[in-house]
């Protein structure tokens, strides 16, 4: 389908994380010309699209407008696993803790109400009883359940896109480097290191390397230490003890997230990363754990699990690219319309990731847009 003498298809769509992947999976299904190009090999470490699991909610807390999104998204992990052959998505239910008024309470209530969504009010009592490994909680804390949360398991949910792509009729080209993107009155040229491409179209989906293809695109790349923890002695720390969760830590404001271990594996748990940040060079990122670098989040799983040993028994570094409202960045950059950004994870995208492919799809194909994304938009920083 692709004219491999040339380089030319319809699409290119530059990066095959998290977004990239299922980007060039719903345009390959859809009969559109794509190559998709990665300086590295699906499901690879170097990004911000590993680390065993990720979260899954529907009412989603930090804008009701990704309600839908991850509605959307659901259907394609689903479609995705039965493709796969693979349980991508464990839809195990979610919970939300803490004080009444507070944004984790309030945003996951009000994404509740704009879409109907089955959520239930939870009092200590029934936090205690539904999530006992939550057991530590401040005077006042109240919970919401979301049965539609769950985990999903980020490296073969990829690998699993990038083969679906590749064989609805993709051409996939890894381990090479876009050198540069560049747009003219009758295409996109995608420039390698030793060739070219061109294109109708590009989608670019390149996570933390992104904002180098977009001038003043507002996008800061952040190294994040992941951690793992083990029970205590004696102890357990399961999904049925701890299900995936966001919640305020005691005695402070400060959030966590994570959830229990899957079987064979280790409880995660992660501190919020609201910012200001410092910019990382994303093809400089330091991987090495160093002394410290686990200090707070340590004090924070102490404060607040018994079930859980506080020294993390596993970290790993991860780089995000966060823009300066949290949201992500999925639209054309112009009204030309022939560059589409889909990225900024900001820390809670993957969740999103096959339905964010789908509007990038959607966008370079011409088509109604699912939702409405102007909360979006990459033009909302201009």
């Known amino acids: 389908m692709i004219d491999g003498e040339s380089g030319h298809a319809d699409v290119i769509v530059v990066g095959l994380g998290a977004i990239g992947s299922n980007a060039a999976w719903r345009l390959a299904q859809r009969g559109v010309r794509v190559i998709g190009v990665d300086q590295h090999e699906p499901g690879h470490p170097w990004g911000g699209s590993h680390g065993r699991t990720r979260l899954f909610r529907v009412a989603c807390l930090e804008h009701p407008g990704l309600v839908p999104i991850a509605l959307r998204a659901r259907e394609l992990w689903r479609e995705l696993s039965a493709l796969s052959g693979q349980e991508l998505l464990l839809e195990t239910g979610s919970i939300m803790i803490g004080p009444p008024g507070s944004r984790i309470i309030e945003g996951t209530l009000a994404a509740a109400r704009e879409h109907n969504l089955p959520v239930e009010r939870l009092t200590p009592e029934q936090i205690a009883e539904r999530a006992p490994g939550h057991a530590r909680l401040d005077p006042g804390d109240v919970g919401v359940w979301d049965p539609d949360g769950g985990v999903l398991r980020p490296e073969a949910a990829i690998v699993a896109a990038t083969e679906a792509a590749r064989a609805a009729g993709a051409e996939v080209i890894t381990g090479e480097r876009v050198r540069s993107v560049e747009a003219d009155a009758r295409g996109v040229t995608v420039r390698l290191a030793d060739r070219d491409l061109r294109a109708d179209r590009v989608v670019l989906a390149a996570g933390p390397w992104l904002a180098g293809f977009v001038p003043g695109l507002p996008l800061t790349p952040h190294r994040y230490v992941m951690t793992w923890f083990r029970a205590r002695d004696g102890h357990e720390a399961g999904l049925d003890r701890l299900p995936v969760f966001i919640r305020s830590a005691p005695g402070t404001t400060e959030w966590m997230w994570g959830h229990g271990a899957l079987p064979g594996d280790l409880a995660k748990v992660g501190d919020e990363f609201d910012g200001p940040f410092d910019a990382d060079d994303p093809d400089a990122i330091d991987r090495e754990i160093h002394p410290g670098d686990t200090d707070h989040i ?36 112009d009204d030309t319309g022939r560059v589409v950004v889909a990225g900024g994870c900001s820390g809670h995208s993957f969740k999103h990731a096959s339905a964010l492919g789908e509007l990038a799809a959607q966008w370079v194909s011409g088509e109604e847009l699912f939702t409405d994304t102007s909360f979006l938009d990459p033009r909302r920083f201009h």
């Open 298 to 333: 340590r004090d924070l799983v102490a404060a607040t699990f018994d079930d859980l040993e506080p020294e993390p028994a596993e970290q790993v570094t991860c780089v995000m690219a966060h823009t300066p409202d949290g949201q992500f960045v999925v639209g054309p950059t």
